[in-house]
């Protein structure tokens, strides 16, 4: 829960920096998010912010950031849905087990 209000804490501070006119509207790191692999490591960088606050704006981002790898076998697993999950029919003959009896207080 700290990690998230840091990040929204710091989600409000870009904003703030665009408000006040320290970063531009159009070419900041909340409107140029998310930050690929790609982008941090090509080799040209026309951002008026660092790689470093693209790729890690807060300091426990660099021990936990994970980078998106992209869709499996791209339009071919978008188009065919594989699900490990049994089939409809293994739930037709399931029963739920019956709700215990609720206790009712009589006042005496």
Same mark, same amino acid.
């Given at each position: 829960?700290?990690?998230?209000?840091?990040?929204?804490?710091?989600?409000?501070?870009?904003?703030?920096?665009?408000?006040?006119?320290?970063?531009?509207?159009?070419?900041? @790191? $909340?409107?140029?998010?998310? *930050?690929?692999?790609?982008?941090?490591?090509?080799?040209?960088? +026309?951002?008026?912010?660092? &790689?470093?606050?693209?790729?890690? @704006? $807060?300091?426990?981002?660099? *021990?936990?950031?994970?980078?998106?790898?992209?869709?499996?076998? +791209?339009?071919?697993?978008? &188009?065919?849905?594989?699900?490990?999950?049994?089939?409809?029919?293994?739930?037709?003959?399931?029963?739920?087990?019956?709700?215990?009896?609720?206790?009712?207080?009589?006042?005496?």
């Amino acid at each position: 829960m700290d990690r998230y209000i840091d990040a929204l804490l710091s989600i409000r501070a870009e904003i703030k920096e665009v408000e006040d006119g320290l970063m531009p509207a159009d070419n900041n @790191p $909340l409107v140029n998010s998310p *930050h690929s692999l790609h982008m941090i490591l090509h080799e040209t960088w +026309d951002r008026p912010y660092s &790689r470093e606050q693209a790729a890690f @704006p $807060l300091p426990f981002v660099r *021990h936990t950031k994970f980078w998106p790898t992209g869709r499996i076998n +791209d339009e071919f697993g978008d &188009r065919n849905l594989i699900c490990s999950c049994p089939g409809m029919e293994a739930y037709d003959e399931m029963t739920l087990p019956e709700e215990a009896p609720k206790k009712v207080k009589v006042k005496a």
